[in-house]
């Protein structure tokens, strides 16, 4: 068994003073923790026919990448603005000081797909809600959200369950 909160590093006061922020690029470099990991987020959906695996730009690419191929799914990219070349529906979301939009592709889903949203941690949620607005835009059936990481104390997660999505951690930090 891994010990995923010992393979994530911790950086105090990143980006703001007060800010502890979880470094998962170290879990990623260890080829034996990066695949346990791919593992126990997909264990829960392996019997669920999931069609497609929803990644948030960019972390969430490298984590949805390898969990589609586990499944045997598909892989959709969920983008910063800019960054898909055919036509998109656009989600916004507020940031501490100011906002930001996920893109999807808009024949990224069918009616009816069994989608699975993944990133890398979840904290005030407003990404991950993005991301489950455009694939209801889509008329996507979201089996579940997945992250490495919840930050519980800023909500994330609660919003997402409030919106009807079941979601799925390997590791809790309390705190910022």
């Given at each position: ?66 969990m589609a ?90 919003t997402l ?16």
């Open positions: 068994m891994i010990d995923y909160k010992s393979k994530i590093r911790t950086i105090p006061d990143y980006p703001a003073k007060g800010i502890m922020f979880r470094d998962v690029t170290t879990l990623m470099s260890d080829s034996e923790a990066l695949a346990a990991a791919i593992e126990d987020l997909c264990r829960p959906f392996e019997r669920m026919n999931v069609s497609k695996v929803a990644g948030i730009d960019a972390r969430g690419f490298i984590l949805g990448g390898a191929v586990r499944l045997g799914a598909g892989f959709l990219p969920l983008r910063k603005p800019g960054k898909l070349p055919y036509e998109t529906w656009s989600e916004s979301y507020a940031l501490e000081y100011g906002s930001d939009a996920l893109h999807m592709h808009t024949d990224g889903v069918e009616e009816g797909e069994q989608v699975l949203l993944v990133d890398d941690l979840i904290a005030t949620g407003g990404t991950a809600e993005a991301g489950v607005k455009l694939l209801r835009k889509g008329k996507a059936d979201i089996v579940a959200a997945a992250f490495l990481i919840d930050l519980p104390d800023l909500g994330g997660a609660r369950r409030e919106l009807g999505v079941e979601v799925m951690s390997l590791v809790t930090f309390t705190g910022h």
